[in-house]
């Protein structure tokens, strides 16, 4: 089981950049697809990006061009690089494993953190 501690959250301003890890620890990261999963006041946790462990990439329609999820396996850690930030990007963001491919459900992933809270500022 992977232990998943999500960082870099605060509080930003809008058009800002923000890039939050997520390091493991415990088993081989590459053998499981990564992903993020922000959840906004009031709403459920909505799929952003997956990356598998080869390396493969899917994103959310309403975040192509301004979401890049990246893994580096050297050093077990997951990051998700948001560019142009709006307001409607505050959310907790939570970092998530599966030991299979990965997909856009909650429910296909077993490991998760504890989330990291993004405030973006208008």
């Known amino acids: 089981q992977l232990q998943l501690l999500e960082l870099g959250g605060g509080l930003v301003q809008a058009g800002g950049l923000l890039r939050p890890p997520c390091p493991a620890l415990g088993p081989v990261l590459s053998r499981y697809a990564m992903a993020w999963f922000p959840q906004a006041p009031g709403k459920e946790r909505e799929f952003v990006p997956v990356?598998?462990?080869?390396?493969?990439?899917t994103y959310a329609d309403s975040v192509k061009g301004r979401f890049t999820i990246s893994r580096d396996n050297a050093k077990s850690t997951v990051y998700l690089q948001i560019n142009s930030l709006k307001a409607e990007d505050t959310a907790v963001y939570f970092c998530?494993?599966?030991?299979?491919?990965?997909?856009?459900?909650?429910?296909?992933?077993?490991?998760w953190g504890q989330g990291t809270q993004v405030t973006v500022s208008s």
């Open positions: 990356v598998t462990g080869s390396g493969t990439t």
């Open positions: 998530a494993a599966d030991r299979s491919w990965g997909g856009r459900r909650v429910s296909e992933y077993g490991d």
